[in-house]
């Protein structure tokens, strides 16, 4: 018998724990060359594709190629772990290490050389479905054409090759410092029980609680400032959780006998301490993996199906415009040879004027000013209660974010404004945020000042601003209007931008919400994978002892249902416990990166929560009936 029929025996008995092994693998391959295809493919030099999109396909092929490598390399580090019995059988019956070692290798190899060539295949099979997938996410004219270049062929089995080359070569050095009284000894090594420190289970409450609170409070202006801090609370109190706070968990519920005694929660409990203990590190890596899914798939999945609507709330009219070089005659002979049916009509004016107060509230010398019936006029089309405002008070509007109601404001109390050669002593009374029409760079920040005080300062002769704004029962046919607009401005060397619109924004969230879901997705699917992987490589490791564990509790009495039972309820906790933490910790993140919608979308969030727990509850129903499998083949 030879090495390699040797490898090849090897991998059809071990072909349970292989199966998730070489599953991943051929994911991995997967992803990598279905991305690979898309970056060889000659459309990307179309300009439809925005340079941000084309950055993160690079930027995703990358994060495949570091998760292929840690993963691979994990899950190979566990399948070494979980095979001690039998690496240290074949030295005792005279292997030498050098041979062990060749015939990890060529497992390795015939492993990955499958994988590669299984996964280039249904890649080649499904990219008609993953460049459709990209067509209809980035909302492109017509659907990406398939094309099978050699290019990314040759990129995925040179990757994967060296690849795999690399994890046999460090597999060798795992499998040197192993020796065969330690594997023994391992098997009769008696096990201290688990116990706790109360300060840390304090220490792990107190940190989540800490994050939570950050997380929300932290308004838009801090999520770059405190997110650092939000991830290092979060990251201390989820590992003393499972370190600490689950075992000081199980040790309050030993105090209530009636329950703790009832049925095999004892057998159960017990067990489950240890394996709290031993597997703290990896529900803790869970956790985090399926809070990262959980939050980024959300998160990009609700601002793609709500970029339309952020756009109209941001912009909340179709059409408006800045010193328009066109008269409401034209205007209107527009509108209606384009079939378009107004809704909202408003006019009103600004006056720029000048001011040589300069602080941190106001950095710009230019001021522009709105009277309070202009205010009023977009307070009621915003169904919002008009204000009176008196002879000497201005009132700031700034005309951005989320809806605020006028407040007090003591940083600054008074500002002077001039024109021509009078100057005006202003009483900054209030700020009042919120979106009341587009955004120009004349109608970001806004001075509602009385009737009274604008008419003085037109007559002065302030510069007078008009400005306009429309809704229509179409939004989608202002583009055309929007266009001409554009054009109209450039005609009279004017600036383009005083004129904008509904559309234009939607497209702007579109074009930056659709790249992130796509990336978000497949990285997820890779957290996901992994997250399941590494529980059912774990729960494959212990399996020796899990079958020893057994076969003492039949000595006492159980039945083989009764055992089995403490098992599946065993796994089940080691899967949804991780679940339910990530999702809790997901929901709060929905919350922190809710800014730009200011409120969490949970109809959306749901969605993703349900498609991951479906997910999660098929990589369950697989890991126990493997694991019962397994079981029962080796009792027999």
């Known amino acids: 018998m030879t090495l390699k029929s040797l490898a090849f025996k090897n991998i059809r008995h071990h072909s349970s724990s292989y199966s998730a092994y070489f599953l991943s693998c051929i994911f991995a391959v997967l992803v ?3 991305y690979a295809s898309l970056l060889f493919h000659p459309i990307l030099k179309n300009e439809l594709f925005p340079d941000q999109f084309i950055l993160f396909l690079y930027l995703v092929e990358a994060i495949v190629a570091l998760f292929a490598f840690l993963f691979i390399g994990y899950s190979q580090s566990a399948f070494l772990r979980n095979r001690k019995q039998d690496i240290g059988l074949l030295q005792i019956l005279g292997m030498p290490v050098r041979q062990v070692v060749r015939m990890i290798f060529w497992e390795n190899i015939l492993v990955g050389a499958l994988a590669v060539l299984i996964g280039i295949f249904t890649g080649m099979i499904g990219s008609k479905f993953f460049f459709l997938a990209v067509s209809y996410v980035l ?3 017509a659907p990406i054409p398939v094309n099978l270049s050699f290019g990314s062929i040759i990129l995925t089995i040179s990757f ?5 080359l690399i994890l046999s070569w460090i597999s060798r050095f795992s499998l040197q410092k192993q020796s065969i009284s330690q594997v023994l000894r391992e098997r009769v090594q008696e096990k201290k029980k688990p116990k706790f420190s109360i300060w840390f289970v304090l ?17 838009f202006a801090g999520i770059t400032k405190n997110m650092i801090f939000i991830l290092v609370f979060l990251f201390i109190g989820t590992y003393f959780g499972y370190t600490q706070l689950s075992i000081a968990v199980i040790a309050l519920l030993e105090k209530l006998p009636k329950w703790f005694y009832r049925g095999t929660n004892l057998f159960l409990f017990s067990q489950l301490r240890f394996r709290l203990r031993d597997n703290a590190r990896i529900l803790f890596l869970v956790t985090i993996f399926t809070s990262i899914v959980l939050t980024a798939v959300g998160v990009c999945f609700t601002y793609y199906i709500e970029s339309d609507t952020v756009g109209e709330e941001q912009a909340p009219y179709h059409i408006s415009v800045v010193a328009s070089p066109l008269n409401q005659a034209q205007m209107e002979k527009k509108i209606q040879s384009l079939g378009l049916k107004r809704t909202a009509h408003i006019q009103f004016q600004i006056l720029q004027l000048k001011t040589t107060d300069r602080n941190k509230n106001m950095n710009n010398p230019v001021v522009y000013a709105i009277s309070n019936t202009a205010l009023n006029q977009l307070l009621q089309q915003e169904k919002r209660q008009k204000i009176m405002i008196h002879a000497d008070e201005v009132i700031q509007i700034r005309n951005s974010g989320i809806w605020n109601k006028a407040q007090q ?6 500002f002077t404004v001039q024109q021509q050669q009078e100057s005006f002593q202003w009483k900054w009374e209030k700020i009042m945020q919120g979106v009341l029409f587009n955004e120009h760079d004349q109608t970001r920040i806004m001075w509602a000042v009385s009737d009274a ?9 302030a510069g007078v601003i008009p400005v306009e704004g429309y809704r229509f029962s179409d939004p989608s046919k202002g583009k055309v209007l929007l266009e001409d607009m554009k054009k109209q401005f450039q005609s009279h060397n004017m600036n383009e931008k005083n004129s904008t619109g509904t559309i234009l924004l939607q497209a702007f969230f579109r074009d930056l919400f659709s790249p992130l879901l796509f990336v978000s997705v497949f990285i997820g699917l890779l957290f996901f994978l992994a997250a399941g992987s590494i ?5 494959s490791i212990e399996l020796p002892s899990e079958r020893r564990q057994l076969e003492l509790l039949n000595k006492l009495g159980l039945r083989e249902e009764e055992a089995n039972k ?16 990530g999702s809790i910790h997901s929901f709060t993140g929905l919350t922190l990166f809710s800014f730009l919608l200011h409120r969490p979308v949970f109809a959306s969030y749901l969605l993703v929560w349900f498609i991951y727990l479906v997910l999660g509850m098929l990589y369950y129903f697989w890991t126990k009936r493997s694991m019962l499998h397994a079981i029962g083949r080796f009792e027999s």
Not at 409 to 414: F, G, L, N, P
């Open 32 to 34: 990598f060359f279905l």
């Open 535 to 539: 529980l059912f490589f774990r729960l």
């Open 160 to 164: 994967f090759f060296c690849l795999f």
């Open 453 to 461: 005080t604008f008419a003085k300062l037109q007559k002065r002769g």
């Open 566 to 581: 403490i098992l599946v309820r065993q796994i089940k906790l080691l899967f949804a416990i991780p679940f339910l933490v």
């Open 409 to 414: 404001k003591q940083e600054v109390q008074s």
């Open 203 to 219: 220490l792990s409450l107190v940190s989540i609680a800490i994050a939570y609170w950050f997380s929300f409070t932290t308004s």
């Open 139 to 141: 909302r492109l004219p």
